[in-house]
């Protein structure tokens, strides 16, 4: 292996471990002599690394179960899917969620409860701790915690109905650490950021350097990738495009503004156009149910919706230039039932150079996006640094990291 001047020989080597390790977590399991080829790494090296990452519990290797041609089979590298894990959170608008993710991106437990109206993120650390401390029971003891994260979406339903900005000066860090004293502990993010990175890990965007993501729940938020990095903003408050002003005539916004474009194409916007009470967010199944199936007044609300959500794409498009832009949470559905109205805005509205290449396309992983990743951001320091991370038992049992 060439040396890199500057870098030291273990610092080559933990970069490569991190590499062979991250490529079967994204890919699953991997032969030998396929992370050579795809590594530009020599078979010795390779093997060398799979034996590091084997003695440390990370990966497991196997003969093939079918060989495919004579000679030495290449052992097969997998993920310790069922040994290693990370805890992902989420704080969503009328619930919230815990799951033990396995490196390798599976879901190995579930649980959620909740969130009633007005109750802050701060105010969801207990019963998201509660979830998680069930969920430990059931692990095994040598099973090794990598960390955990949290994806937290900015609004909230008021117990009267009213949509609510979450403040953002609440504080989940000194939450967090007071219900897992012990542990790698916990790292937060935005819920639509978090569910980006999945899909530009996992999902429909796999690849994709440059994406918008948007996520519809009670308001609009978005996750934008730009050269494979989150556009994060000052403090990480970057994508609330709900909150661009569209239409300066409009309805006002929870915001305290008017016109916002989560007034126009919002859950709510689409049930107050097909004559039901806005605040029901079970009926927005049925709306789009009835609009399929032909009723007018669902369709014209489907409609209307759909074109003011090709209206703020086509801004955001000439503003960013991505090659995707990838529709979750409730504009995945509207987008697939009014997509024929998106293009049609986006044939005129943005530049001919930013929305030639482009890919309109709803979201792979759907709900799950933002516990896979969340899960992600959880697994980063030990994919960069496999050797290096305070890898310990369930939660709370382990110094933190």
Request: glycine share 12%.
């Amino acid at each position: 292996m060439p040396s890199i001047p500057g870098v030291s020989q273990e610092e080559i080597r933990r970069q490569n471990l991190g590499a062979v390790l991250r490529y079967v977590h994204l890919n699953g399991p991997t032969s030998r002599a396929a992370l050579t080829r795809r590594l530009g790494l020599n078979r010795s090296t390779i093997g060398a690394l799979a034996a590091d990452l084997t003695a440390s519990g990370l990966v497991t290797e196997e003969a093939p179960t079918t060989a495919r041609r004579a000679g030495r089979p290449s052992l097969v590298v997998s993920p310790r899917s069922d040994r290693v894990y990370a805890n992902a959170l989420s704080i969503e608008a009328e619930r919230l969620r815990a799951a033990r993710v396995g490196l390798g991106g599976r879901i190995l437990d579930l649980r959620e409860a909740p969130r009633p109206g007005g109750m802050s993120a701060v105010d969801a650390v207990r019963p998201l701790a509660d979830l998680v401390r069930d969920m430990e029971r059931a692990v095994a003891p040598d099973a090794l915690l990598v960390g955990g994260a949290v994806a937290v979406t900015d609004t909230t339903r008021d117990p009267d109905g009213r949509i609510r900005i979450a403040s953002a000066n609440e504080s989940l860090g000194t939450a967090l650490e007071a219900e897992f004293p012990a542990g790698p502990g916990f790292v937060a993010g935005d819920l639509a950021d978090i569910a980006a990175l999945a899909e530009h890990v996992r999902g429909v965007a796999a690849g994709v350097d440059d994406l918008i993501y948007l996520h519809g729940d009670v308001g609009i938020s978005a996750g934008i990738i730009v050269a494979g990095r989150l556009l994060m903003g000052h403090h990480g408050h970057s994508g609330k495009v709900g909150h661009m002003v569209v239409n300066p005539n409009g309805l006002p916004c929870g915001c305290g503004s008017r016109g916002c474009w989560e007034t126009e194409i919002g859950e709510a916007a689409l049930l107050r156009h097909a004559g039901r009470d806005p605040g029901d967010r079970a009926a927005v199944a049925e709306v789009l149910r009835a609009a399929a199936d032909g009723d007018p007044r669902a369709r014209e609300a489907v409609e209307r919706v759909a074109d003011w959500l090709g209206f703020g794409v086509g801004n955001l498009v000439n503003v960013v230039n991505p090659d995707a832009v990838v529709f979750g949470g409730s504009l995945r559905d509207i987008f697939t039932a009014g997509a024929d109205i998106v293009r049609r805005r986006l044939d005129t509205m943005p530049l001919p150079v930013s929305r030639e290449h482009l890919r309109l396309q709803p979201a792979a992983l759907d709900e799950n996006a933002v516990l896979i990743g969340a899960a992600e951001l959880a697994f980063d320091k030990l994919l960069a640094d496999p050797l290096n991370v305070g890898v310990a038992g369930p939660a709370g049992s382990a110094d933190s990291a």
